[in-house]
């Protein structure tokens, strides 16, 4: 008990808890917050680190599996090829890692490698989502299709390609697939697709935490406080989600994915400006917050401009996101009519 009281302890139930509630919001993230969290906060090693957070993730990411199970809405037979490709690169992931090097300072500097880099890439994927659904808004959208032929080939290379990143990292369960499987199926509805994604994420997540505990072992005083923080911040986050504006979270994510990606560059033994430069390294990662906050919205602006919308206005990032295959909440080209940035009326204001 006087383990789980520790200013370590309670931080990282803290981290744990936090990043939980963004979860609960928005369904992505996790992996992709969690493990630089713990880095940053210098809790223990990477590889540990690693092995608890795809630990703790296999824990409540079973739950939420279990209630899409329950009310259907999850793609068995497409799961099923998912998890083909996934579960014997996420196992397989971590022992070409741990082949790599039999030096523990290489072995971390390669994890913080791999995971900046996943980073890096589980960002570019939440922008290029928003980018096919901009597209297919000025296409008219897609036709629902619930039960998509199944194309085996490149659905068990997009599973082997997550369950890679997800064995070496714990980072791409959610941004990475379900970006694919938007591409691949975008008939689905995004409640197919978050529950498809969930039933496959489980045996993902288990199949690379047993391989990590086999290599690594499980450090307890990592995984408990990370755990206890974790549960209850999902449930928080789930049930306030319809209150909150998820397309500013989801934003912000982005920002913060993309910092910490080049932040672990750098933690990784990339140094472009040459050994002890940390300040100025430190400057750089902070710019580069700054530029994707003020840079971002213009660049978006004048991807709208492009397919023939205003900067700003309607259809906004939140519809944007609802878009796939969703009967309900289908956005449209904008009327004389439409609700424009600051318009309360707009679903996030945007």
């Known amino acids: 008990m006087d383990d789980l009281l520790t200013l370590t302890a309670l931080s990282i139930a803290a981290a744990g808890f936090f990043v939980g509630i963004v979860v609960g919001l928005t369904g992505m993230g996790g992996g992709a917050l969690m493990t630089p969290a713990l880095i940053f906060l210098g809790v223990g090693h990477t590889s540990a680190i690693v092995t608890a957070d795809l630990t703790a993730a296999a824990i409540y990411k079973t739950g939420g599996a279990i209630t899409h199970a329950r009310e259907g809405s999850p793609n068995l037979r497409l799961a099923a090829w998912l998890v083909a490709g996934s579960v014997p690169m996420a196992f397989v992931g971590p022992y070409l890692v741990d082949a790599l090097t039999d030096d523990p300072e290489q072995l971390e500097q390669t994890l913080k490698l791999c995971i900046g880099i996943a980073l890096l890439f589980a960002a570019s994927t939440y922008a290029l989502r928003l980018y096919i659904n901009l597209r ?27 369950g890679l990143l997800v064995g070496v990292t714990s980072v791409g369960s959610g941004s990475v697939i379900m970006i694919a499987l938007l591409m691949l199926y975008p008939g689905l509805s995004a409640v197919k697709l978050v529950g498809t994604d969930l039933v496959q994420a489980v045996p993902l997540v288990l199949a690379a935490a047993i391989a990590n505990i086999a290599i690594h072992g499980l450090d307890w005083d990592l995984l408990i406080p990370l755990v206890i923080g974790s549960v209850p911040g999902t449930i928080i986050g789930s049930r306030i989600a319809p209150r909150v504006p ?13 910092m910490s990606g080049v932040a672990l560059l750098f933690k990784a033994g990339l140094h472009p400006f040459g050994e002890g430069h940390e300040t100025l390294e430190a400057i750089v990662v902070a710019l580069v917050g700054v530029a994707m906050l003020v840079l971002v919205p213009v660049v978006w602006g004048l991807l709208r401009k492009q397919t023939g919308l205003p900067m700003f206005g309607a259809p906004t990032v939140a519809e944007l996101e609802r878009v796939p295959g969703d009967r309900r909440r289908r956005a449209t080209t904008p009327s004389p009519t439409a609700p ?11």
């Open 136 to 162: 297919r808004v000025r296409g008219g959208g897609v036709q629902p299709e619930e039960n998509p032929r199944i194309r085996p080939v490149p659905t068990l290379l997009v599973g082997m390609l997550g």
């Open 246 to 258: 998820q397309s500013y979270i989801r934003r912000g994510i982005v920002v913060v994915l993309t």
């Open 340 to 350: 424009r940035s600051g318009d309360p009326t707009s679903p996030d204001g945007t």
